[in-house]
Nanobody
């Protein structure tokens, strides 16, 4: 599966962005998906994950209540709604996929990655 992330940009603190990740290829609903982010000089960390059906979700504890992961299997698209953005949310955001059941939260658990989209939050 090939992944194309989009929707990043420059936003003021307190603002919102919606990231999208379009998947090409077949059987998108066979893939568990995740969003990760990587700030300069830091490791790539999990933001959120979602099961094949979308019925199960996981969030990094520090992001709960502000970010929402969702997917539309009919459109082969993964989303990340980000609200009340803070300067510390500034990072490159990546979507990832793996043919697996359940929630996958480890970076190493994914074998397909999108190219990343830059999110910059100004104070």
């Amino acid at each position: 599966v090939q992944l194309q992330a989009s929707g990043g940009g420059l936003v003021q603190a307190g603002g919102s962005l919606r990231l999208s990740c379009a998947a090409s290829g077949r059987a998108f609903n066979n893939y568990a998906m995740g969003w990760f982010r990587q700030a300069p000089g830091k490791e790539r960390d999990i933001v959120a994950a979602i099961t094949r059906s979308g019925g199960g979700t996981y969030y990094s504890e520090s992001l709960k209540g502000r970010f929402t992961i969702s997917r539309d299997n009919a459109k082969n698209t993964l989303y990340l709604q980000m609200n009340t953005l803070k300067p510390e949310d500034t990072a490159v955001y990546y979507c990832a996929a793996v043919n697996a059941f359940g929630l996958v939260t480890r970076t190493g658990g994914y074998n397909y990655w999108g190219q990343g989209t830059q999110v910059t939050v100004s104070s």
